[in-house]
T-cell receptor
Framework: GNSVTQMEGPVTLSEEAFLTINCTYTATGYPSLFWYVQYPGEGLQLLLKATKADDKGSNKGFEATYRKETTSFHLEKGSVQVSDSAVYFCALLIKAAGNKLTFGGGTRVLVKP | DGGITQSPKYLFRKEGQNVTLSCEQNLNHDAMYWYRQDPGQGLRLIYYSQIVNDFQKGDIAEGYSVSREKKESFPLTVTSAQKNPTAFYLC??????????????FGPGTRLTVL
């Protein structure tokens, strides 16, 4: 089956620190990969995506590269801000599987001033 | 503005009651989804619908029911058969014809608490 594994949180950082959230996946087909962000009390927002191997998704200073050889899609940001405090979800989607997203468990990030 | 709305934001239910959560989208998306999120956990798929008048069970459909009579609406009923309904419920939609990926857009969620 399909699954997504991401590092457990919480991850606590100081402002301007470097952030990495690891995400690896198992898929029975060729997935598209996503990172979603959830701010407290809100729904999920798409942060970035990649649809094929070696694609790099980027948005708001966040980046993630689709690595097929390591089945990974790690999220990085060079200098975090307090406003980046949220829960981050890695997810995969396989079109042939009814367009259903498979989510990781989420990683809570807390950035302190 | 296009988007997805969910109502109510907070919902309280007594044990043994059925409740219905609303989800409406004006994005003209074909597909709609319901997820459940428990504290500290990821999202689990309850039901999804790829076209009007058709829907399929997700991974945790027991105790829930849905309908898809209109393209823009996908209400979720939490029945008394759902043994542990307290959770955060998220609705999403996607356009299954757009490109080779189908990102999902999420509503703001409904927090259901059983008293």
């Amino acid at each position: 089956g399909n699954s997504v594994t991401q590092m457990e949180g919480p991850v606590t950082l100081s402002e301007e620190a470097f952030l990495t959230i690891n995400c690896t996946y198992t898929a029975t087909g060729y997935p598209s990969l996503f990172w979603y962000v959830q701010y407290p009390g809100e729904g999920l927002q798409l942060l970035l995506k990649a649809t094929k191997a070696d694609d790099k998704g980027s948005n708001k200073g966040f980046e993630a590269t689709y690595r097929k050889e390591t089945t990974s899609f790690h999220l990085e940001k060079g200098s975090v801000q307090v406003s980046d405090s949220a829960v981050y979800f890695c997810a995969l989607l396989i079109k042939a599987a009814g367009n259903k997203l498979t989510f990781g468990g989420g990683t809570r990030v807390l950035v302190k001033p | 503005d296009g988007g997805i709305t969910q109502s109510p934001k907070y919902l309280f239910r007594k044990e043994g009651q059925n409740v219905t959560l609303s989800c409406e989208q004006n994005l003209n998306h074909d597909a709609m989804y319901w997820y459940r999120q428990d504290p500290g956990q990821g999202l689990r798929l309850i039901y999804y619908s790829q076209i009007v008048n058709d829907f399929q069970k997700g991974d945790i459909a027991e105790g829930y029911s849905v309908s898809r009579e209109k393209k823009e609406s996908f209400p979720l009923t939490v029945t008394s058969a759902q043994k542990n309904p307290t959770a955060f419920y998220l609705c999403a939609s996607s356009d299954r014809l757009s490109g080779n990926y189908n990102e999902q857009f999420f509503g703001p969620g409904t927090r259901l608490t059983v008293l």
